[in-house]
């Protein structure tokens, strides 16, 4: 029988400077692509690379202007989440440099590297992410009080 080595690994508490490197070279390429999909969505719903009189010229093509509307509206909306996006991953790098990052906000315990590669702003771990979608599924149901 083998007598353990009392060699056993403590759980790590936060990411090596290396690793947060890593992460941090993820997050920039992502908030420059963010930026840049931003500028684009903002392009479109500003009308700020056209360059006709689509604008000022009178139409009665009520449909084609009831859908740039729409279209409008949504890059407006898709603009507005790409900005919140863009100020997770900067909050994101402030982690990093207070060596904070990839500290699960609920659990304490590191989120996985995997996990933080392919969302580098999350601040749950899984588990905790599991259980605020079960808490909020189960208060966001209604009550119908005919089955009391």
Same mark, same amino acid.
């Given at each position: 029988?083998?007598?353990?080595?009392?060699?056993?690994?403590?759980?790590?508490?936060?990411?090596?400077?290396?690793?947060?490197?890593?992460?941090?070279?993820?997050?920039?390429?992502?908030?420059?692509?963010?930026?840049?999909?931003?500028?684009?969505?903002?392009?479109?719903?500003?009308?700020?690379?056209?360059?006709?009189?689509?604008?000022?010229? @009178?139409?009665?093509?009520?449909?084609?202007?009831?859908?740039?509307?729409?279209?409008?509206?949504?890059?407006?909306?898709?603009?507005?989440?790409?900005?919140?996006?863009?100020?997770?991953?900067?909050?994101?790098?402030?982690?990093?440099?207070?060596?904070?990052?990839?500290?699960?906000?609920?659990?304490?315990?590191?989120? @996985?590297?995997?996990?933080?590669?392919?969302? @580098?702003?999350?601040?749950?771990?899984?588990?905790?992410?599991?259980?605020?979608?079960?808490?909020?599924?189960?208060?966001?149901? @209604?009550?119908?009080?005919?089955?009391?």
């Amino acid at each position: 029988m083998k007598k353990a080595t009392g060699t056993t690994q403590m759980e790590k508490n936060r990411y090596s400077d290396d690793e947060l490197e890593e992460f941090k070279g993820i997050i920039k390429k992502k908030i420059e692509k963010a930026h840049h999909d931003l500028k684009l969505l903002t392009e479109s719903y500003t009308n700020g690379n056209e360059h006709d009189i689509s604008d000022t010229s @009178p139409t009665f093509k009520v449909l084609e202007e009831g859908y740039q509307v729409f279209s409008k509206e949504e890059n407006s909306k898709f603009a507005a989440r790409q900005e919140k996006f863009i100020k997770s991953l900067e909050n994101a790098l402030i982690r990093i440099e207070n060596k904070t990052y990839g500290i699960c906000r609920v659990t304490g315990k590191l989120i @996985p590297a995997d996990r933080l590669r392919s969302v @580098p702003h999350a601040t749950l771990s899984i588990e905790a992410k599991l259980v605020q979608v079960v808490t909020n599924n189960v208060a966001a149901r @209604p009550v119908d009080h005919d089955l009391e």
